[in-house]
């Protein structure tokens, strides 16, 4: 299984970007899938996440009103469109998806053995 993102890059503040996940080796159309980041320093932290059907959605506080998620199952891919970037979004972002199915996105806030995870991808957002 893998999980390759792309999209990051270096942008200045309020500019977006659009960071996508694509998943190969099996396909995640019945599980939860999302995104987390982690900054020089801190602990990773949970981003955003959307549930199988893309009809339920979390977001962290932080992020919440300038970040959204989606995904295309016919594609085995979540995206995470960042807007009115501030330099605190600086970090790599980390797709995740949860093995298990039917999983609520809220739950994913909390960091499982049970996720696969991506490589990273930087966003470096810039005054």
């Known amino acids: 299984v893998q999980l390759v993102e792309s999209g990051g890059g270096l942008v200045q503040a309020g500019e977006s970007l659009r960071l996508s996940c694509a998943a190969s080796?099996?396909?995640?159309?019945?599980?939860?899938m999302g995104w987390f980041r982690q900054a020089p320093g801190k602990e990773r932290e949970f981003v955003a996440a959307?549930?199988?059907?893309?009809?339920?959605?979390a977001y962290a506080d932080s992020v919440k009103g300038r970040f959204t998620i989606s995904r295309d199952n016919a594609k085995n891919t979540v995206y995470l469109q960042m807007n009115s970037l501030k330099l605190e979004d600086t970090a790599v972002y980390y797709c995740?998806?949860?093995?298990?199915?039917?999983?609520?996105?809220?739950?994913?806030?909390?960091?499982?053995?049970?996720?696969?995870w991506g490589q990273g991808t930087q966003v470096t957002v810039s005054s």
């Open positions: 959307i549930d199988w059907s893309g009809s339920s959605t």
């Open positions: 995740a998806a949860e093995s298990s199915p039917f999983s609520n996105p809220q739950a994913f806030r909390v960091i499982m053995t049970s996720y696969y």
């Open positions: 080796g099996r396909t995640f159309s019945s599980n939860t």
